[in-house]
């Protein structure tokens, strides 16, 4: 099984920063940040495949930056800027295929996920 394990959430006040981590084990095509708010399905934030091309949902674009290394199986996300709508749980996942086009809209495509760190921003 695929373990993947998240870290760097808190509490920051708005404009602040926080980096994200998540460790996955194996070699997986595709990795991706999802948020989540209570009562609301997975948004997806950010996705990047292994070649290193990367995409955003444009609520973040410009403020998130998504990175991985391949070589240590990690996986990051740099959250610049932020704002009280950014306040969510955030989740890492990945797949073995491509994210293709229609990542955001599809977490049920992704098989594997981390258990979530929180991310509050007021």
């Known amino acids: 099984d695929v373990q993947l394990v998240e870290s760097g959430g808190g509490s920051v006040q708005a404009g602040g920063h926080l980096r994200l981590s998540c460790t996955v084990s194996g070699d997986n095509y595709c990795t991706a940040w999802f948020r989540q708010t209570p009562g609301k399905g997975r948004e997806g934030v950010a996705a990047i495949d292994h070649d290193g091309s990367a995409d955003y949902t444009d609520s973040v674009k410009g403020r998130f930056t998504i990175s991985r290394d391949n070589a240590k199986h990690t996986l990051f996300l740099q959250m610049n800027s932020l704002k009280p709508e950014d306040t969510a749980m955030y989740y890492c996942?990945?797949?073995?295929?491509?994210?293709?086009?229609?990542?955001?809209?599809?977490?049920?495509?992704?098989?594997?996920w981390g258990q979530g760190t929180q991310v509050t921003v007021s």
């Open positions: 996942a990945a797949k073995a295929w491509s994210c293709g086009a229609l990542w955001r809209s599809r977490p049920t495509t992704f098989p594997d």
